[in-house]
C-alpha cells in the first residue's frame, strides 16, 4: 500500500479564544484564478454598516472539499432534524466596489 492510501492522523489545536467561537449572518465570498477568499460578517439591523470579523483564504481544491464535507452534514443534518428553511429572497443582491480588490462583487 502506497503512502498516499494511508489514513493520517492529525492532530488538532484548539486555542480558548478560537473555542469560542464568532457568529456571522452573512458570508461574502470572491475568488481569483487561485484563491477563494471567505468573509464573514454580522449584519444588524438598522445599522447601514456590517463588520467582517473572520476571512478564510482557500485554494479551490479545499474549498470544493469543503462544500462536498458541508453537503454530506447538512444531509444528515436535515435527515435528523427536518428540512433548513430557505430564508433568502429571491435574487437579492448588493452591489458594492472591494477597495482592497478594486472589484465589483455581488453578496447574496
Request: proline fraction near 8%.
Amino acid at each position: 500500500m502506497s503512502q498516499k492510501n494511508q489514513p493520517q492522523n492529525i492532530e488538532l489545536e484548539l486555542r480558548a479564544t478560537e473555542a469560542e467561537g464568532v457568529y456571522a449572518n452573512f458570508a461574502l465570498i470572491t475568488h481569483s484564478p487561485s484563491e477563494f477568499v471567505l468573509d464573514f460578517a454580522r449584519l444588524t439591523p438598522g445599522v447601514p454598516k456590517a463588520r467582517i470579523h473572520a476571512r478564510i483564504i482557500m485554494t479551490p481544491q479545499n474549498l470544493k472539499s469543503l462544500h462536498r464535507a458541508l453537503a454530506e452534514n447538512i444531509m444528515r443534518f436535515e435527515s435528523q432534524f427536518g428540512p433548513i428553511p430557505d430564508l433568502r429572497q429571491p435574487e437579492a443582491t448588493v452591489d458594492f466596489q472591494d477597495p482592497a480588490a478594486g472589484d465589483k462583487t455581488k453578496m447574496h
